[in-house]
């Protein structure tokens, strides 16, 4: 049976429409492919910046705050130190007030010529030389020449028996001294410092912790008092 021209064009439309209808539904799974695709990455792309903006931000918290302890650290060592430097400064206050009221010693004259004899005493003790200078201040002199002998009469009976002969040195104190004595051996290469001056220092070297404690109460830090 012979195929009319019409059932051809029929059957070319029909294979037209159909070859049209594929390539739509071809050309819109690649369409939504691609927006699944193109989706995808989008929240891909936006996922990685935002990550590098919280990481951007996260770095920038972390070193303003530790600028802030760093600031903190400085301004807390800052005022230790102004603390520190007040408490020195008003231990040195302390130690100058009592190097002016030792000073008064010598105003009075039957106490000053006990100390006198005492610091000498204690320094022939120290010395045990059989001769030994002492210097003291030019106004000294003469109060030194006269507690000599008791002081030497001392360290004959504590010495139970030696005899040590004692000379003012020519040289003096300092004008500004306040008082006391050094003793030297007679080749002058051994010398016991017993001035109110030196003995104020020896005594407040060793009470420094007690008066820093009577002072400030105790340190809380400090685990040695020495």
Known sequence: MAVSDQDVEKQIRHMMAFIEQEAKEKAEEI????????????????????????????????????????????????????????????????????????????????????????????????????????RCRRDDVDRVKKVMSKSQSEYTRITKGKKCTVAVDSSFLPADSSGGVELYSKDGKIKVANTLESRLEMVSSQMLPQIRTALFGKNPNRKFDD
């Open 31 to 134: 369409d939504a492919k691609a927006e699944e695709e193109f989706n995808i990455e989008k929240g891909r792309l936006v996922q990685n910046e935002k990550l590098k903006v919280m990481g951007f931000y996260e770095k920038k918290e972390k070193a303003l705050e530790l600028q802030k302890k760093i600031q903190r650290s400085n301004l807390l060592n800052q005022s230790r130190l102004q603390v520190l430097k007040s408490r020195d400064d008003h231990v040195k206050g302390l130690l100058e007030e009592t190097r002016r009221r030792l000073a008064e010693i010598t105003s009075s004259p039957a106490r000053y010529d006990k100390f006198l004899e005492d610091c000498i005493t204690q320094g022939l003790c120290q010395l045990l030389e059989p001769a030994v200078i002492v």
